[in-house]
């Protein structure tokens, strides 16, 4: 479905599973070109070690490059079906502070699905997404590889 970005950033707020588990889509970039995403730290994201839960910190990474690439395309007037193929995660320090990151959709990188998807109609690639805190720590690292086709 081919949504506007503010309905979309105000959808993800809202999704339950991200809305749950205190995941705050702060921004996203005209032509969905990026987003901001914001993993606060509360009582009801702690483990026993009193850190962000690692799954709560997996669900901040999983929906936005496979999203943001889905509208890119739709909104160019293709059929397509997006999704995440796989991911991991590599959790490098306990995340006992409100953690975020930021991801990029270049040029380049639209243009290589593109010409994937009209060449062989299939577009597969994974890109990583670092985890910071606040003061430029860094956290975690996500691969995340997503699966476009065209229908």
């Given amino acids: 479905m081919k949504v506007s970005k503010n309905t979309l950033?105000?959808?993800m707020r809202l999704y339950p599973p991200l809305l749950?588990?205190?995941?705050w889509i702060r921004n996203i970039d005209p032509g969905f070109r990026g987003a901001d995403v914001k993993i606060n730290r509360s009582l009801i994201t702690l483990n026993f070690g009193k850190a962000i839960f690692?799954?709560?910190i997996y669900t901040a990474t999983d929906p936005f490059?496979?999203?943001?690439?889905g509208q890119i395309f739709k909104h160019k007037g293709y059929n397509i079906s997006v999704w995440l193929k796989s991911a991991s995660?590599?959790?490098l320090r306990p995340g006992r502070n409100d953690l975020h990151y930021r991801i990029s959709i270049t040029d380049e990188m639209?243009?290589?699905a593109e010409e994937a998807l009209n060449k062989h109609g299939v577009f597969v690639k994974s890109y990583s997404i670092?985890?910071?805190?606040?003061s430029g720590d860094l956290y975690a690292v996500a691969k995340n590889e997503i699966y476009i086709r065209k229908k």
Wanted: cysteine-free.
């Fill in 9 to 11: 950033k105000w959808g």
């Fill in 20 to 23: 749950l588990q205190r995941i």
């Fill in 54 to 56: 690692g799954g709560t």
């Fill in 65 to 69: 490059y496979a999203m943001l690439f």
């Fill in 89 to 91: 995660i590599h959790f």
């Fill in 110 to 112: 639209i243009d290589e």
């Fill in 130 to 134: 670092e985890i910071y805190s606040k």
